[in-house]
Structure formats: C-alpha cells, structure tokens
Antibody, heavy 120, light 107 residues
C-alpha cells in the first residue's frame, strides 16, 4: 500500500522558514515524480511545486518561485519542501502527492497533509 | 496559465439522483484532466484521470467525459458517501491548475 507521511508543519513568523518532509513507502520511490499541493483554510487546492523522478527537473507556481525549493532523496524515499521568506498567504495545509509516472501528471495518492501557519 | 472554472458552485441532489458537474478550461488541455473528491478534514482522492479513465477502486457510478476545453463528471446515482467537494485539475501545461470546486450536498 502506498503511504505518504508529511511532517514539519507548524507556526512560523512572517519572513521565517520551514522545511516540510514527505516520507514515502509502498512503491519504488525513485521511479515517480512527486508534488506539493496546498489548501488555504476554507479554500480550494493550489499546486505548489513538482519534482521529476530523478530530481533533475523542478517546477514551481509563480507565487513561490525564489522562496520555495523542492528536493528529494531517493535513498530515503523522501521529498522535501524548503520554504523561506514565508508570508501570511502561505498559510495552508500542505499535501504531498505522488504522480503516476517519472514526470508529473495527475496526483494519486495524497498524504494526510501538514498545517503551516504563518503569523506573528 | 490554463484557468479552470467549474459549475455549478453548489449542487443540491437527493440520494439516488444523477449529478452532473462541469469543468471548463480557458484553453485546450487535450484530455489531460483529472477529477478529485474531497470530504471535510480529508485529503483529496483521485476519481478520474485522462478525462475519462476511472482510478483504481472507484465505483462505476462515477464517469468522466470531454476533451479540449469542456469536461463533465457524472455520478449516476448518488450515494450518501458521495456528498463532498469535487475538483477538476489540468496537467497539460505548467502551472498545473485546479478548478474552484463544486460542492455536492444533500437536497
């Protein structure tokens, strides 16, 4: 069974940093692209960042470019999201999601999410 | 950026009735479209990918159709567990984008 377990969320002040982790199991991690998707409280879904199976290719939504960095460690079956210069509008539940191929496509499955709150 | 819109915003349906949800893309996404279901407090779940292919374990009452810019998710006979929010998502072009969602609630 595929499992994705996010961690690293919490309360951070504006301008601060957090690193999210997503530990994967139940599949050959190095064969699949991964993404982070977020959902602000009471709002819809927003794709944030994706990384190819090898880690060579990365993709970001415009609002996080230059502030967030996605990476992966295939030896640890873990994908990361380093978030710097955090703003109030980054407050959201952050989901880790697996793609169905080495390059990003649809999201399946999703982790349970980790809450990031940016507030002073 | 492909802007995704969904209609209606809320759909009130009685159990056993048919529900038809629409999704529109601002430019063609070919058949690179997925549908997700999200219940309160839960992560989204994939229902449909490639516009019309049911994901593993998804009941046959869920079906998807469409291509290019117009897509439909149909739930043939609503069960109690189907009341939720449904999102469409395109993966044709970067950035990947979601529609705002359609909430299906009990009439």
């Amino acid at each position: 069974e595929v499992q994705l377990l996010e961690s690293g969320g919490g309360l951070v002040q504006p301008g601060g940093s957090l690193r999210l982790s997503c530990a994967a199991s139940g599949f050959t991690f190095s064969s699949y692209a991964m993404s982070w998707v977020r959902q602000a409280p009471g709002k819809g879904l927003e794709w944030v960042s994706a990384i190819s199976h090898s880690g060579i290719s990365t993709f970001y939504t415009d609002s996080v470019k230059g502030r967030f960095t996605i990476s992966r460690d295939n030896s640890k079956s873990t994908v990361y999201l380093q978030m710097n210069s955090l703003r109030a509008d980054d407050t959201a539940v952050y989901y880790c999601a697996k793609h169905n191929s080495p390059v990003p496509n649809w999201f399946d499955p999703w982790g349970q999410g980790t809450l990031v709150t940016v507030s002073s | 950026e492909r802007v995704m819109t969904q209609s209606p915003a809320t759909l009130s349906v009685s159990p056993g009735e048919r529900a038809t949800l629409s999704c529109r893309a601002s430019q063609s996404v070919s058949s690179n479209l997925a549908w997700y279901q999200q219940k309160p407090g839960q992560a989204p779940r994939l229902l449909i990918y490639d516009a019309s292919t049911r994901a593993t374990g998804i009941p046959a009452r869920f079906s998807g159709s469409g291509s290019e810019t117009e897509f439909t998710l149909t739930i043939s006979s609503l069960q109690s567990e189907d009341f939720a929010v449904y999102y469409c998502q395109q993966y044709s072009n970067w950035p990947f984008t979601f529609g705002p969602g359609t909430k299906v609630d009990i009439k």
